[in-house]
């Protein structure tokens, strides 16, 4: 979901740095295999998370929704030379293809990944973090956040997608809709925590920046 013009549009993604090789492999393979590649971050925000990572500099990082991987890789771009970033999915299916551009990418000694519920997993990492990146099912994004809070050192980053969800966030809702209605009560929760810095981008799906004071 894009929310400017086109033409606008395409001149930011043109007038941003570009597209890695090794992501644009990613993507076509992502494609050409995988169910639902919509789901990829996609180059823009690719760019974008990659420059925040870089910005922060994390040693330790937590990635709540893998997919193909293509997320933890621009993550990795700005990691830390001894960080480590922890990144979690349900779908078994994917790990492969997953370690695969990992390896390619010479991060798979810095990416731990995971298989299964984030949430029985994520109170087994015994770190802190400084920065969180969740992308997983909208249903829970208030629970993850009620997991990671604890955990975040202080100026920590929690970054969270797909938080404009197509724009569904500011129509009628729909009460059968969960997904839109926890989103909705996670962006009031984000924005009420006086434990937080937040802003909400327009970028792509919606992307929240929240520091940890």
Do not use: C
Request: no cysteine.
């Amino acid at each position: 979901m894009h929310f400017l013009p086109d033409k606008i549009d395409d001149y930011v993604v043109k007038h941003s740095q570009k597209e890695p090789t090794i992501l644009q492999e990613l993507t076509r393979e992502t494609w050409q295999k995988v169910l639902n590649p919509r789901m990829l971050s996609g180059a823009f925000q690719g760019r974008v998370l990659s420059m925040l990572s870089k910005l922060i500099q994390p040693k330790s990082v937590l990635e709540i929704g893998t997919y193909t991987g293509y997320s933890a890789l621009s993550i990795a771009e700005g990691l830390h030379p001894q960080g480590t970033i922890h990144t979690i999915d349900k779908n078994e299916e994917l790990f492969s293809l997953q370690e695969k551009y990992f390896e390619k990418s010479g991060y798979k000694n810095q990416i731990q990944q995971y298989v299964g519920n984030a949430l029985a997993i994520i109170p087994t990492i015994e770190e802190k973090f400084d920065l969180v990146f969740i992308d997983a099912d909208k249903s829970n994004y208030i629970n993850y956040f009620h997991l990671i809070i604890d955990k975040m050192n202080a100026g920590g980053v929690i970054l969270s997608d797909n938080v404009l969800w197509s724009g569904k966030v500011v129509e009628e809702l729909d009460p059968k809709d969960i997904d839109t209605k926890v989103l909705l009560d996670y962006n009031k929760l984000l924005n009420a925590d006086d434990r937080l810095e937040t802003v909400l981008l327009p970028i792509r799906d919606g992307l929240t920046i929240s520091r940890v004071k």
